[in-house]
């Protein structure tokens, strides 16, 4: 199996694709950076608000929100969490990060792993199907090696190649913010349940960009089973994308129906029961875990089945 994934691995990184895709990402998150230093500039010609202000702007409005009936209990544990570092920042002068900072862009860097996804729909979605439309799966499968290892070993290696570029682009936001922004003031401080303490910011962005993965994942896992059933990239990386952008529309358009909740789309995003923006206020994360789990199985079980039983001398 080990053979196998090395054998993989060196073929998708022989390819130019590979490389491009790097180069793309880290172009795409220095260019971000430098966009937003920019129009931050010339927004804030003028402007004095110290943080004081937008602290209490926003606590302000996280006690506003939570009044709303409609949230949920997950929601509701967010916003008690985020009033209360509100108010301990305001009585004892702590100042939080600077939007602009290196620190705010690792916490952030979950945001930018939508890039990720489209990176590894690309491999997982013609690290099957390219096999097929070139002839070479034919001398792949004359190897005395069982055909579920010889998938296995595909769709593992484009989930070592999503968990890499997710690396990079944590590694890549923080080189950028350090460049263009500078190492900020403040101090990041998080809710534990009972109290305010001082957290890690780096340690935040992991978390939530651990969190953030399992959407790239998912879409991942979804893109690979295309590409090996219909033995077409182009037309499995064409509806993995169009999903990736019109699914989470979707769920606003079924939140007021049952199905909402048997939705992938509903759960993709785990970091919105870290962050509070929760898309359907009753669902929880064990919910969420079991919903995608049940995807993934059946993802998995489509693929392995029309692999091994696929005619490959047609």
């Known amino acids: 199996m080990l053979k196998l994934m090395q054998n993989e691995w060196m073929k998708l990184w022989s390819k130019k694709a590979s490389w491009i895709m790097v180069f793309l990402l880290i172009l795409i998150l220095f260019a971000s950076a430098a966009i937003t230093k920019y129009v931050n500039s010339t927004a804030n010609e003028g402007i004095e608000e110290t943080w004081q202000e937008t602290t209490a702007v926003q606590l302000e409005a996280n006690q506003a929100m939570l009044m709303d009936p409609t949230i949920g209990e997950e929601q509701k544990e967010y916003y008690e969490g985020q009033i209360a570092i509100a108010e301990h920042r305001l009585e004892n002068d702590v100042q939080p990060f600077e939007f602009t900072s290196m620190q705010q862009g690792v916490i952030g860097t979950h945001e930018m792993l939508s890039l990720v996804t489209l990176f590894t729909v690309i491999v997982a979605a013609g690290i099957t199907a390219s096999e097929f439309s070139q002839g070479t799966i034919k001398m792949l499968l004359t190897r005395p090696?069982?055909?579920?290892?010889?998938?296995?070993?595909?769709?593992?290696?484009?989930?070592?190649?999503?968990?890499?570029?997710?690396?990079?682009?944590?590694?890549?936001?923080?080189?950028?913010?350090?460049?263009?922004?500078?190492?900020?003031?403040?101090?990041?401080?998080?809710?534990?349940?009972?109290?305010?303490?001082?957290?890690?910011?780096?340690?935040?962005?992991?978390?939530?960009?651990?969190?953030?993965?399992?959407?790239?994942?998912?879409?991942?896992?979804?893109?690979?089973?295309?590409?090996?059933?219909?033995?077409?990239?182009?037309?499995?990386?064409?509806?993995?994308?169009?999903?990736?952008?019109?699914?989470?529309?979707?769920?606003?358009?079924?939140?007021?129906?049952?199905?909402?909740?048997?939705?992938?789309?509903?759960?993709?995003?785990?970091?919105?029961?870290?962050?509070?923006?929760?898309?359907?206020p009753d669902i929880t994360m064990a919910m969420s875990l079991t919903v995608l789990a049940v995807y993934f199985l059946i993802f998995l079980a489509i693929s392995y089945w029309t692999f091994s039983k696929r005619d490959i001398t047609a």
Do not use: C, P
């Open 145 to 280: 090696v069982k055909r579920w290892k010889v998938l296995t070993s595909k769709y593992v290696t484009t989930m070592v190649f999503a968990v890499l570029m997710s690396i990079i682009t944590l590694l890549a936001t923080a080189l950028a913010g350090l460049i263009f922004f500078g190492i900020g003031e403040g101090t990041f401080l998080q809710w534990n349940g009972s109290e305010v303490v001082e957290g890690s910011y780096w340690i935040e962005g992991i978390k939530l960009s651990i969190l953030g993965f399992a959407s790239v994942w998912m879409i991942g896992t979804f893109a690979f089973m295309l590409g090996t059933v219909f033995r077409s990239s182009s037309l499995a990386i064409g509806l993995s994308i169009f999903l990736m952008f019109t699914g989470i529309q979707a769920v606003f358009l079924l939140r007021n129906y049952e199905i909402v909740n048997y939705y992938l789309f509903t759960h993709t995003d785990l970091t919105q029961f870290y962050t509070g923006l929760m898309l359907v």
